[in-house]
């Protein structure tokens, strides 16, 4: 059995929990003879409720280590309380000589590694060397655990992370102003209040446009500031929206703009990608992995309001740019970022590490709900 730890499993709001769902949809649909399991470490996001949820995914794996079920367990980690949580279960694993999978997905860990006292690095060293392989979202990500973990990183994969996507560019219509879209948490480090203000800057407001931002987070801040600048009628708050949602939205938007100061691989720039969109994106932790400038989309610097401004104008402008934009993004998603590609890796680092691995028709049906509705016997 491989028991695939996250925080919220398949039902968390950011990053994490998207792409977690996009691969275990694509296991149940597309191999349905690997056995798994999601192990929900977190719960739905109340910090309160925390400590029960994590308590009981770490009994559960405790008791199915015990039976013997555990051939591989793969953790999803970020950084600050999750690297303590994701150590303990590693450390459970350890104990019972079950490999681990790291996949590292936090855009600030790099910051609280080099920030850390003497005995947190060392313990974050010693989760890191425990494991049989650190999964990393990008080149940035892959140079940062060579400087700073060197050997005691026993092998580290980039493997970037991956979106279903439609057949072909949906068709836009073209008789509206330009709609803009920010698909993400409504956090300072996600760059929303730099993208207010360049749209606010005389040169995009002459233009005709309308911005939708979709996602949870402190709304209220961001609405009094687009009020602040004059914006009002034309920035539109959805709130929180489940995939369908966020992938209607994608379909209906022109421009994708990721203005964020921090991040690992941004979800929304892939699907961004996939659905063949013009994006503005900052070139922040792996996304220059996706986004290459003038190619794929258009990059600026984090957190500076004239660049995105000037963008943001050449994005609104050039009907040919945006076009000849959109056709490299969905090109460069269809090489290396559709889940069909993830999948294949996936299951060859599952296939390396896993502690019994063999090939067979035998099936099982799923346990529960969180489990594979049919699966591999593995050992």
């Not at 709609?179 to 948490?185: E, I, P």
């Not at 005389?202 to 233009?207: M, V």
Request: net charge positive; aromatic share 8%.
């Amino acid at each position: 059995m491989i028991y695939i730890v996250s925080p919220g499993g398949t039902q968390e709001k950011g990053g994490m929990g998207r792409i977690v769902d996009n691969f275990t949809t694509d296991l149940r649909d597309n191999r349905p003879d690997i056995r798994f399991e999601v192990v929900d470490s977190y719960g739905p996001g109340k910090f309160h409720l925390m400590p029960f949820y994590f308590a009981l995914a770490v009994l559960r794996l405790g008791l199915c280590f015990l039976a013997g079920r555990g051939d591989l367990v793969h953790i999803h980690m970020a950084e600050h309380g999750s690297v303590l949580r994701k150590g303990i279960i590693v450390a459970l694993a350890a104990s019972f000589r079950v490999p681990v999978v790291l996949h590292l997905h936090g855009g600030r860990f790099p910051e609280q590694v080099r920030n850390a006292g003497p005995l947190t690095r060392w313990a974050i060293r010693r989760l890191v060397a425990a494991c049989s392989e650190t999964v990393v979202l990008g080149d940035f990500w892959r140079r940062f655990m060579a400087e700073e973990f060197g050997t005691e990183a026993k092998r580290v994969t980039v493997l970037h992370n991956a979106v279903p996507g439609p057949p072909a560019i949906p068709l836009r219509a073209s008789d509206r102003p330009m709609r803009l879209l920010f698909l993400g948490r409504l956090i300072k480090l996600k760059g929303i209040h730099v993208l207010l203000e360049a749209l606010a800057a005389e040169p995009c407001r002459a233009r005709p446009w309308e911005l939708v931002i979709a996602g949870d987070g402190d709304l209220e801040t961001y609405r009094r500031q687009a009020e602040a600048l004059g914006l009002c009628g034309r920035v539109t708050f959805t709130g929180w929206l489940d995939q369908d949602g966020c992938r209607r939205q994608l379909a209906q938007a022109d421009v994708l703009v990721q203005p964020s100061m921090f991040e690992g691989l941004p979800m929304a720039v892939l699907e961004a990608m996939a659905h063949g969109l013009t994006i503005v994106a900052t070139p922040v932790g792996s996304v220059g992995d996706a986004i290459e400038h003038e190619v794929t989309g258009l990059l600026v610097p984090p957190g500076e309001v004239e660049p995105l401004t000037a963008a943001l104008v050449r994005a609104l402008d050039d009907a040919t740019l945006r076009r000849e934009l959109g056709i490299g993004a969905r090109r460069k998603f269809e090489t290396c970022f559709d889940i069909a590609v993830y999948r294949e890796r996936l299951i060859d680092i599952y296939r390396r590490n896993a502690r019994h691995w063999r090939s067979g028709p035998e099936t099982v049906p799923a346990a529960d709900g969180n489990a594979s509705t049919a699966v591999r016997r593995l050992g």
